[in-house]
């Protein structure tokens, strides 16, 4: 399956942005799907993640309350609404997908995830 990212750009701080990861080629299935982030100098980051199977979410600390993922399955889509931006959340973001199976304590193991998309830039000005 190929994952396709979109909807980045730029912002200025505390605005919004939304993000989507489309699979193609296949779908989703029951796996769980990803958002990474990686800044310029930094190592990719664990942004968020959420289950096929019960909808469960799981955020990074740094941005949880103002990040939300959800999914539309029936679109084969999972996307990331970004608020409050601040400029520390400049990065690219990446989108991935896992076995269903994975635990919680490896969410944020880059490589636990199968498939990922070629990013998309998000820029938020201060």
């Known amino acids: 399956v190929q994952l396709q990212a979109s909807g980045g750009g730029l912002v200025q701080a505390g605005g919004s942005l939304s993000l989507s990861c489309v699979a193609s080629?296949?779908?989703?299935?029951?796996?769980?799907t990803a958002w990474f982030r990686q800044a310029p100098g930094k190592e990719r980051e664990f942004v968020a993640a959420?289950?096929?199977?019960?909808?469960?979410?799981y955020y990074a600390d740094s941005v949880k309350g103002r990040f939300t993922i959800s999914r539309d399955n029936a679109k084969n889509t999972v996307y990331l609404q970004l608020n409050s931006l601040k400029a520390e959340d400049t990065a690219v973001y990446y989108c991935?997908?896992?076995?269903?199976?994975?635990?919680?304590?490896?969410?944020?193991?880059?490589?636990?995830?199968?498939?990922w998309g070629q990013g998309t830039q998000v820029t938020v000005s201060s």
């Open positions: 991935a997908a896992a076995r269903s199976s994975l635990i919680v304590s490896s969410l944020g193991r880059e490589y636990e995830y199968d498939d």
């Open positions: 080629g296949g779908t989703f299935g029951s796996r769980i």
């Open positions: 959420i289950r096929r199977t019960g909808g469960s979410t």
